[in-house]
């Protein structure tokens, strides 16, 4: 069984810095489609950037136009652990975050917001 668990959200000030950590465990697949996404309450969930992995690490990897620059995915494909490194937050990046992996045919972008794996979110608080 897949199982998704991100971490490292919290609260911080306008223009501050924040790296959260995924990790994914019971994935079978050998490549893989992972990515980052929040939503704000009352909204639709949205994508950041996407990032389809090999064996050897990541092959692609696929931003939201909006939102490349101060989001950057990388991954340690050793450890199974995806991160979503944020800079110059702003109190419109208040959300929650939401790690999933998909499986390795479908569409890996982060357009897509039907990932087949999700984890349970980290709450993200930018105070002005």
């Known amino acids: 069984q897949v199982q998704v668990v991100e971490s490292g959200g919290g609260s911080v000030q306008t223009g501050g810095s924040l790296k959260l950590s995924c990790a994914v465990s019971g994935y079978t697949y050998s490549s893989k489609c992972m990515g980052w996404f929040r939503q704000v309450s009352g909204k639709e969930r949205e994508g950041i950037a996407t990032v389809y992995v090999g064996s050897f690490g990541i092959i692609n990897a696929y931003y939201v136009e909006s939102m490349r620059g101060r989001f950057t995915i990388s991954l340690d494909n050793t450890e199974n652990t995806l991160y979503l490194r944020m800079n110059n937050l702003k109190p419109e990046d208040s959300a929650i975050y939401y790690c999933?992996?998909?499986?390795?045919?479908?569409?890996?972008?982060?357009?897509?917001?039907?990932?087949?794996?999700w984890g349970l979110g980290t709450q993200v608080t930018v105070s002005a």
């Open positions: 999933a992996a998909d499986r390795p045919e479908r569409l890996c972008r982060p357009s897509r917001v039907d990932f087949d794996f």
